[in-house]
């Protein structure tokens, strides 16, 4: 009597660990979307590839991804996967960037932060390998702010220099203390932001990349100009073919 109820209460343990763990793997699955499906071809093989940008949302009813990623089941029959950064609404862009007549895919995924910045990544399938080709890193920019309500930044890439008049800020400057009568009250570097836009578009008659980084001055609100990079992507390598700065509310010399 007692081996059948020790075997009744066995048999009933593990049916019921089986269910739990059933619900757990369906609620699991549940929580893996996909965001996006493509049929492109991405290894040059002159066949559809099916791409998927899938994610898991932090929780039920939030538009933040914690989790992304990229996955292709590709002509040949096999999966290939790539983890990425979490963020809102992942976008998958098809364009051969590294020119070797094979679309790239290029996804950028808004990281919803103040400084309205987003995480960017450029990957290939050629000949059925998963590869990260990467993009341009932000420019390096040196930046001060000087006495007489001035502001000067340096950008390291080419070695230009631009001076920024900000005389029409003196009085929220003064109010912040960050002058004090026109003079510096500390030695203070201005907020140079990574990239906030990094966009395909022509440059020199191929497809490249335009960036476009943000300068602030006493706040992250506080815009003083943007800077614009154009790349190219020439020798296994991005290279930087001009620079731009506009300045806002604020004269340049």
Not at 24 to 45: H, L, M, P, R, W
Not at 147 to 170: E, W
Not at 177 to 182: A, F, M, R, S, T
Request: with cysteine; proline share 3%; charged share 25%.
């Amino acid at each position: 009597m007692k081996k059948e109820l020790l075997f009744a209460f066995a048999a009933f343990f593990f049916m019921s660990l089986s269910a739990i763990t059933g619900v757990y793997a369906g609620e699991q699955e549940q929580k893996t979307v996909t965001i996006s499906k493509d049929k492109v071809d991405v290894t040059g093989e002159n066949k559809a590839d099916n791409v998927y940008i899938k994610g898991v949302y932090y929780e039920e009813g939030a538009s933040f991804l914690k989790e992304i990623s990229l996955e292709i089941k590709a002509s040949d029959g096999n999966v290939y996967k790539c983890e990425l950064a979490g963020g809102y609404e992942p976008q998958i862009q098809f364009e051969d960037l590294n020119h070797d007549s094979i679309k790239d895919m290029y996804i950028s995924i808004p990281t919803g932060g103040s400084g309205g910045l987003s995480n960017f990544y450029l990957y290939t399938l050629k000949d059925f390998k998963l590869t990260d080709l990467t993009v341009p890193d932000p420019l390096v920019i040196n930046s001060q702010f000087e006495n007489g309500y001035k502001a000067n930044i340096s950008i390291q890439d080419t070695k230009q220099s631009y001076t920024f008049d900000l005389r029409d800020r003196s009085e929220e400057y003064e109010r912040l203390g960050l002058y004090v009568n026109g003079k510096l009250s500390e030695p203070s570097e201005l907020m140079v932001n990574p990239y906030s836009t990094l966009k395909i578009i022509p440059v020199e008659g191929q497809k490249g990349l335009m960036g476009v980084q943000r300068i602030s001055g006493a706040y992250n609100a506080d815009t003083i100009a943007f800077v614009e990079s154009f790349w190219l992507y020439e020798d296994g390598k991005w290279v930087l073919k001009d620079t731009k700065v506009m300045n806002i509310n604020s004269r340049k010399r």
